[in-house]
Each structure stands twice: as C-alpha cells, then as structure tokens.
C-alpha cells in the first residue's frame, strides 16, 4: 500500500469470491500505511496532475527510471528506485521481513523528505543506509525543487479546494524553482495555465 499510493495509477484489485477480503481495515497495519501514504499522495495531487498534463503534451511518463536523470553506467541496471517527474525520488522497500534500505542519490542536491536533512553528492552517486520500519518508504526532494502542495481530504473534490502550500527545497546557491499546470479539473475549456514559481532564499 505504501508504494502503491504512488503509482500514477492507484487502485486495489479483488475478486468477488475466490480470495479473501484485502480491504486495508482489515489490518490494523496496513490500515495505519495506507491512511499514512494515500493523504500524501492526496497532497501531491497538483504535482501529479502538473506530470499527467507533461506526459500529454511531451510524452515524458509520470514513473521515470533512473538513468533518465543519471547518465552513469551504473544508472542503467537500477530497477528498485524510481524517479516521480523529475524532482522526487522514490526508494521503496520491495524485500519481504526487511528492516533496512540502501538508497543510492544520484550525483547533485538532494533533500530527505520528512526531515529536510539536506545531502549532498558533487562528485558521484552516494549510497545511504536507512532503518525501514514496516511503514517505512524512502523519499528524497531534488535540491532547488518546488512542490505545490494541498491539505489532503477525503476526496480529490475537496483536496483542490483546500489552501495552497509550497514547499521549497533550496539548492546551495540558496534558489528554487518549479511550475504547476492548473485548471478546474471538470470542463474542457482552454482556460488552464502552466505557472513558473521561482524563489530565492533571502
């Protein structure tokens, strides 16, 4: 459920009656992951929206592996991390009883997602060990990226009508960019908009 929240196409499947139920209430866990990973990926809603809109006019996928943004050798045989657009890097956890994740930061600025603890590679990609708890997934925030966010709700309606947040991780020359396409996520009009957000730390 925790790497599932993230894929740009979230969705359970089950059949009627020839396994048992799997809804996420039914363990205390995976319910606690699930509430955990869905209202983030809630609160990156314009984010992936801004990467469905790309991925319409460029092509370029939603899910991008590695060696898209790392041109290294080593990039290319790298399946277990996967890039979200181009500014956040997703490490999950995929072995079964494990209690520790390797993550390898391509080479540049990176930021830790829940402690803004910021991490820097100049010269190649550097590897990390972190714990892995059960709800445990790795996110990394490229350094100089901005992420429109949203208060999560219990649905996308009332998510795009909560307050706008930005989160900024400023790169060491202390700047920050990123855009967001908008619209009202209903009607086919032309009246949408990509937005630059630039920002400089004072």
Same mark, same amino acid.
């Given at each position: &459920?925790?790497?599932? $929240?993230?894929?740009?196409?979230?969705?359970? !499947?089950?059949?009627?009656?020839?396994?048992?139920?799997?809804?996420? /209430?039914?363990?205390?866990?995976?319910? !606690?992951? $699930?509430?955990?990973?869905?209202?983030?990926?809630?609160?990156?809603?314009? /984010? @992936? @929206?801004?990467?469905?809109?790309?991925?319409?006019? &460029?092509? +370029?996928?939603?899910?991008?592996?590695?060696?898209?943004?790392?041109?290294?050798?080593?990039?290319?045989?790298?399946?277990? =991390?996967?890039?979200?657009? %181009?500014?956040?890097?997703?490490?999950?956890? #995929?072995?079964?009883?494990?209690? $520790?994740?390797?993550?390898?930061?391509?080479?540049?600025?990176?930021?830790?997602?829940?402690?803004?603890?910021?991490?820097? $590679?100049?010269?190649?990609?550097?590897?990390?060990? /972190?714990? *892995?708890?059960?709800?445990?997934?790795?996110?990394?925030?490229?350094?100089?990226?901005?992420?429109? =966010?949203?208060? *999560?709700?219990?649905? #996308?309606?009332?998510?795009?009508?909560?307050?706008?947040?930005? #989160?900024?991780?400023?790169?060491?020359? %202390?700047?920050?960019? %990123?855009?967001? /396409? +908008?619209?009202? %996520?209903?009607?086919?009009?032309?009246?949408? !908009?990509?937005?630059?957000?630039?920002?400089? &730390? *004072?």
């Amino acid at each position: &459920m925790a790497l599932g $929240s993230f894929y740009p196409f979230s969705r359970n !499947h089950n059949s009627i009656s020839s396994t048992q139920d799997q809804e996420p /209430y039914n363990w205390k866990s995976v319910a !606690h992951i $699930s509430r955990k990973y869905l209202k983030l990926r809630y609160s990156l809603h314009s /984010y @992936y @929206y801004t990467l469905m809109h790309t991925s319409h006019v &460029m092509g +370029w996928p939603l899910w991008r592996p590695i060696f898209f943004h790392d041109n290294s050798d080593e990039a290319r045989f790298i399946d277990d =991390q996967v890039f979200i657009g %181009g500014d956040l890097l997703l490490s999950p956890v #995929l072995l079964e009883a494990s209690r $520790s994740l390797i993550v390898r930061l391509p080479k540049g600025e990176w930021d830790e997602w829940d402690s803004f603890n910021f991490v820097k $590679s100049t010269s190649r990609a550097i590897k990390i060990e /972190y714990s *892995a708890p059960i709800d445990f997934i790795s996110l990394h925030l490229r350094a100089g990226s901005i992420i429109l =966010q949203q208060d *999560a709700k219990m649905t #996308l309606f009332e998510t795009r009508k909560s307050e706008f947040k930005l #989160l900024i991780a400023f790169n060491s020359s %202390g700047k920050a960019s %990123g855009s967001v /396409y +908008w619209d009202d %996520g209903v009607s086919i009009s032309s009246q949408n !908009h990509t937005i630059q957000i630039e920002s400089e &730390m *004072a």
